[in-house]
């Protein structure tokens, strides 16, 4: 029991450690697009640039938006595909989370169901 409980848990672990390791951009330094590719295509995106540093192995552009919000962007070095978008525009709402979720239909106001559930002398028993 012991046994199988450690291999479930060792093997938990590994899994964990690979899904966190999606996130690095494994290029060849030899690959890399210099320095000033990655600034000039910010620039044509509309951001203001404040830094750019490696981080797991991509780019990483700290800047503001052409809207003036402080983004933080993630860059493959080879391709300079956005791999990784954050920005802050100022409210205490998290913008990493997906918030998509299609459209919301309402029916109209003021119609109620015609169940019996909402008569005007309420549910008889």
């Not at 690979?18 to 951009?25: E, H, L, R, S, V």
């Not at 962007?73 to 299609?102: A, C, I, M, W």
Request: with cysteine; hydrophobic share 30%; charged share 25%.
């Amino acid at each position: 029991m012991r046994y199988s409980l450690m291999m479930a848990c060792a093997c938990l672990a590994l899994s964990g450690a690979a899904w966190a390791d999606d996130d690095d951009c494994n290029v060849a330094m030899t690959d890399w697009q210099p320095r000033n590719a990655i600034h000039q295509m910010a620039e044509q995106q509309g951001w203001t640039v404040q830094r750019i540093k490696v981080d797991d192995g991509c780019y990483e552009i700290k800047g503001r938006d052409a809207q003036g919000h402080r983004i933080e962007v993630k860059v493959d070095p080879q391709t300079l595909h956005v791999r990784e978008f954050e920005r802050e525009d100022g409210d205490d709402y998290d913008d990493n989370r997906s918030t998509q979720r299609g459209d919301v239909t309402t029916g109209p106001v003021g119609n109620t169901p015609d169940n019996g559930l909402f008569n005007s002398g309420g549910a008889s028993n």
